[in-house]
């Protein structure tokens, strides 16, 4: 795709923070606890369709997502650019290459939302399909339902059509074999009571608009690294992982998923741009409140969302410095900082650390 100056189609707005300093507070009366660089005031643009995604690996996604979505649908730009994704083996933390579950098996989340219908598909734990944002929007759509897990939710794909997949690779086999010595060196007890592992980042979770001012969204995840077989976090879950909303906006999240889901986190995101704040604050309004009633407090949320309005105002915010999100348009795409809130870095992109 080409690639363009971000100035050559996105206008800034001053709607937000901006670049207020470490503990200023705003005219919108948010406080901002650490001062993001470019990127953390809100964005718009005025290029359609226009596609944002968690994490700079959510460029190739968002891209794709553009062409796919020009050649037929905006689902399609979703389903598509979120597969690019899903296939990619070296990344850790989405579809194929994602760190399995405590028993060394990959369980992957998925749901898509479509903005005018307020459609909703959405499957969880499902095993050895490639992509399951494609199976979530078969629920979606051929079914009566919004969500399928676990085994009967791969039985549904085989019948559908999906092919079965491996997923655990052989670098994620070594690294799950490493794992389970080490929890046995610990004599960490029996399955419920090992500890997760830190290895839970990351999701992508993308949102779009078109032409005419319509919303499309979609979330894909292997989950929580070495999790307990059969958690769930928030990426599938409607209204925590992902929300839709024709009327108002979308939002994405991703992140420590416990943290997201017990608060409704991307429905929040969306509420708060009902009632006027521009993406950047919803985002921020979001986890402040989180931050608020959770009794650890801001430091150990570790949750990010991105945010799109019906106008193609944008943006992001999370707990954490270093979070980035992308963005593609026909007029190009890009990588922006999202407004931290505080300066505890993020860690790797995706969760991807090197465990060797």
């Not at 369709?49 to 796919?68: L, Y």
């Not at 389903?79 to 994704?85: A, K, N, P, R």
């Not at 070594?174 to 990351?202: C, F, I, M, P």
Request: hydrophobic share 40%; proline share 4%; glycine share 14%.
């Amino acid at each position: 795709m080409k690639r363009i100056d971000r100035r050559g189609f996105i206008g800034r707005t001053t709607a937000g923070l901006g670049v207020a300093g470490v503990g200023a507070v705003t005219a919108s009366g948010l406080r901002t606890l650490h001062a993001g660089e470019a990127g953390a005031a809100a964005s718009r643009t005025d290029g359609r369709p226009f596609f944002i995604a968690t994490w700079p690996f959510g460029q190739p996604a968002c891209e794709a997502a553009v062409e796919a979505a020009m050649a037929g649908s905006m689902l399609d730009g979703i389903e598509q650019g979120i597969h690019v994704t899903e296939a990619d083996a070296k990344n850790a933390s989405v579809g194929i290459g994602g760190i399995p579950n405590a028993d060394g098996v990959v369980e992957l989340d998925a749901c898509i939302m479509s903005g005018p219908d307020h459609g909703a598909g959405s499957v969880a734990g499902i095993t050895d399909i490639l992509h399951p944002i494609s199976v979530a929007r078969s629920v979606m759509e051929n079914t009566p339902h919004v969500m399928l897990v676990g085994d009967n939710a791969r039985k549904y794909a085989v019948e559908q059509g999906f092919p079965e997949t491996e997923l655990l690779t052989d670098n994620q086999k070594e690294h799950w074999e490493r794992w389970k010595e080490e929890q046995a060196a610990a004599d960490a007890g029996n399955q419920t009571s090992l500890e997760v592992s830190e290895y839970h980042h990351d999701t992508i979770a993308m949102v779009g608009l078109d032409a005419e001012g319509n919303l499309f969204g979609g979330c894909s995840t292997s989950g929580w690294g070495f999790k307990i077989p059969g958690r769930v976090g928030d990426s599938p879950i409607i209204g925590s992982g992902l929300y839709v909303d024709n009327s108002a906006g979308a939002a994405g999240a991703t992140g420590k998923g416990e943290n997201v889901m017990r608060f409704c986190g991307s429905f929040l995101v969306v509420e708060y741009m009902r009632n006027g704040a521009s993406p950047v604050d919803a985002c921020q309004m979001t986890i402040e409140r989180i931050a608020e009633m959770d009794p650890s407090g801001i430091d150990d949320l570790a949750i990010n969302f991105i945010a799109l309005s019906k106008s193609g105002e944008y943006g992001a915010a999370g707990t954490n410095r270093g979070f980035k999100y992308a963005w593609a348009s026909p007029e190009g795409s890009g990588v922006e900082n999202a407004r931290a809130l505080t300066g505890e870095d993020i860690g790797p992109e995706g969760g991807n650390r090197d465990r060797d």
